[in-house]
């Protein structure tokens, strides 16, 4: 059984909008610190999102002001909503856990932004 499963790719117009969702089989999700990766052709894994299991957050630079990551621990579920999209945000995006220092990966969900 996969720990992390996501959700919710897909293509989308320049200037247009998705939201990843990624569950988590876990009963300790809440400890989790929760991520998203991404992961362009011929580039190397990007780190786009972090946020801890106090909520605090972390956005690389690229997405700040675009993306928002969030988390429901009730659902043990990790959002990522993304606006404004360009077609640089094209790529297969990972939902990324750690807890405490082991790391888990989900299966990666393709984001495709083109006109």
Same mark, same amino acid.
């Given at each position: 059984?996969?720990?992390?499963? *996501? %959700? +919710?790719?897909?293509?989308?117009?320049?200037? +247009? %909008?998705? @939201?990843? %969702?990624?569950?988590?089989?876990? %009963?300790?999700?809440?400890?989790? !610190?929760?991520?998203?990766? @991404?992961? $362009?052709?011929?580039?190397?894994? *990007?780190?786009? $999102?972090?946020?801890? @299991?106090?909520?605090? !957050?972390?956005?690389?630079?690229?997405?700040?002001? @675009?993306? !928002?990551i969030s988390r429901d621990n009730l659902k043990k579920m990790v959002y990522l909503e993304m606006n404004s999209l360009k077609p640089e945000d094209t790529a297969v995006y990972y939902c990324y856990g750690r807890y405490p *220092? /082991? *790391?888990?990966?989900?299966?990666? /969900?393709?984001? !495709?932004?083109?006109?």
């Amino acid at each position: 059984q996969d720990l992390l499963v *996501e %959700s +919710g790719g897909g293509l989308v117009q320049p200037g +247009g %909008s998705l @939201r990843l %969702s990624c569950v988590v089989s876990s %009963s300790i999700f809440s400890l989790y !610190t929760m991520g998203w990766y @991404r992961q $362009a052709p011929g580039k190397q894994r *990007e780190l786009v $999102a972090l946020i801890s @299991r106090d909520k605090s !957050t972390t956005y690389v630079d690229s997405v700040k002001g @675009r993306f !928002t990551i969030s988390r429901d621990n009730l659902k043990k579920m990790v959002y990522l909503e993304m606006n404004s999209l360009k077609p640089e945000d094209t790529a297969v995006y990972y939902c990324y856990g750690r807890y405490p *220092e /082991t *790391e888990y990966w989900g299966q990666g /969900t393709q984001v !495709t932004v083109s006109p």
